[in-house]
């Protein structure tokens, strides 16, 4: 490839809306360029990333026994309402009704495409395991797209659909595809992570992320350094304290602390550890009549310690909170405590609300909480003493760094991280609402065990960008660089010798096989470097006229500090060693 024949437009500022560095060089490098919030064109350099993300993505999803078709990006509704998600799946669906009236939806996955073609297709147990898998555009109804390609609206994702006979057949599936995504992002050479995760919206009752290791990254990992436990946060367990609650040896007193609505302002009045104090948040949850509407409603009080944070996705397993909640109201809070947020508690309530204490707090002794009443506390507080024991008992939080691990094998470390695949055992979870089935063994109809497994290609390319940059510009990995090579002739225009070398140079590279490309616009020394280290080529030779004289280029990695200059004679030689090294 010639650099004169290609497209190449590159910035030295980048726009005002890109806010982590994956953006802003994605859009300064050329990459892409936005049409609107969240949808992106990838101009011809970001398309060739791409184009390498999905061939090796191809190539390892065919080595484990997946075959490609290519599912509708808009699909009648009918199918999602099958399984209930299209009314469940929220904002996020983009719903859309064709010149008839007809409900369609733009895919955001594609559970229910897939598993009707199953229940057409796959009749008999003899035809299983399968599994299907495209790489396809899909949309998702962002409420805040951002991050570019990070959290865009419009993106294209590897989605695989695995079908078997029975559980056991399905864990085989599974394993198969969570190694091959180990492989393709071995061959991708960025470091990452397997980590536990909740299933969210697509369901099943194990779930893994791949999650991309960068300082930028919008999910927090949690692992243990002694042990191969990691879990992202909305999965990972805060264990259960070993140590059995402390006796009571404070009395129960109200405490004056006006203004301070806080806990860690209350512990700094009381001169206690934040650990002493214990927060009250307040949900509801709500019941429909026929008709849809809210018939009544019931107040829920969760008792965390004071410097611990709720954890959503937990707090949603709760019985009784997992067909849905809401925070409460002031006027609901203020019906049943008698006073605002900040000075809430257990104690003193209008009228009954559900206890449910995180772990830590259910043996905690001589806390503090609020006392329900303005501009006071309560200090000194003992379950069974004070108050009945909590109505339930539950983790709630997240965990923190220090936390034992639940396997019990040392201490959690966090670190950030950027999702870039997730794989899924679903069970039978959608066969079951699209009654898909086979002829089993025994010659009765069984639901299929289903898995899928996703790999985000347009945002895999940002997370590389996230973990592998430097303030010149981007540093890709081999396997996915929109060129490998890039040849930097100066004066090509001017010299013979130059423009021969080069030419030859670039002949040989693409006979063997090379992604290489030849700059022969005529830019200026500093500019033409500038571009290809924002880029991010990770291979350049630079051929100069007095460099031939003495029979030399010189050779430089992107991540390299310096050139180094070799005989002209051993380039070759030496990028191909670097190229398979690579």
Known sequence: MKASRFFISTLKEAPADAEIISHQLMVRAGLIKKLGAGIYNYMPLGLRV?????????????????????????????????????????????????????????????????????????????????????????????????????????FIMKDAYSFDKSREAAQLS?????????????????????????????????????????????????YCPDSDYAANMEKAEAAAPAHPRPAASQPRTLTPTPGKSTCAQVADLLGLALTQTVKSLVLATDTLDDAGQVAGSK?????????????????????????????????????????????????????????????????????????????????????????PEPDLVADLRNVVEGDPSPDGKGLLAIERGIEIGHVFYLGTKYSRAMNATFLAEDGKPAFFEMGCYGIGITRLPAAAIEQNHDERGIIWPDAIAPFTVVLCPIG??????????????????????????????????GAMFADWELIGVPHRVVLSERGLKEGQVEYQHRRDTEATRMALGAVLPHLLQKINQG
């Open 299 to 387: 107040v829920w009080l969760l008792l965390l310690r004071g410097d611990h944070d709720m954890n959503e996705v937990k707090v949603s397993k709760v019985p009784g909170l997992d067909a849905g909640f809401r925070f409460a109201t002031v006027a609901e809070i203020e019906e049943h405590f008698g006073a605002r947020p900040g000075y809430l508690g257990p104690l003193n309530l209008r009228k009954s609300v559900t206890i449910v204490a995180d772990r830590e707090v259910a043996l905690m002794a001589d806390w503090v909480c609020g006392a329900n009443q303005e501009d006071f506390h309560i200090t000194g507080v003992n379950w069974g003493r004070d108050l």
């Open 174 to 222: 599974y394993q198969a595809m969570r190694a091959a995504y180990q492989r393709i992002f071995d061959r991708f050479g960025l470091r990452y992570r397997a980590v536990r995760a909740d299933s969210g919206a697509i369901g099943g009752d194990l779930s893994e992320e791949f999650q991309v290791i960068a300082a930028t990254g919008e999910d927090a990992i949690v």
């Open 50 to 154: 791409l184009r390498k993300v999905e061939a090796i993505v191809r190539e390892e999803m065919d080595r484990a026994g997946a075959v490609e078709c290519t599912m509708p990006v808009v699909q009648p509704a009918e199918l999602w309402q099958e399984t209930g998600r299209f009314e469940k799946m929220g904002p996020e669906l983009l719903r859309i009704q064709d010149r008839h009236g007809r409900d369609f939806v733009v895919q955001p996955t594609s559970e229910e495409v897939v598993t009707d073609i199953a229940r057409q297709e796959l009749r008999s147990h003899r035809q299983l395991p399968r599994n299907f898998y495209q790489i396809q555009t899909k949309f998702r109804d962002e409420r805040r797209p951002r991050f570019g390609l990070m959290r865009g609206r419009e």
């Open 492 to 525: 090509m225009d001017r010299s013979e010798a130059v423009r021969a070398a080069a030419e030859q140079l670039h002949a040989d590279l693409l006979a063997q096989g090379v992604d290489v490309i030849l700059d022969d616009r005529g830019e200026r020394p």
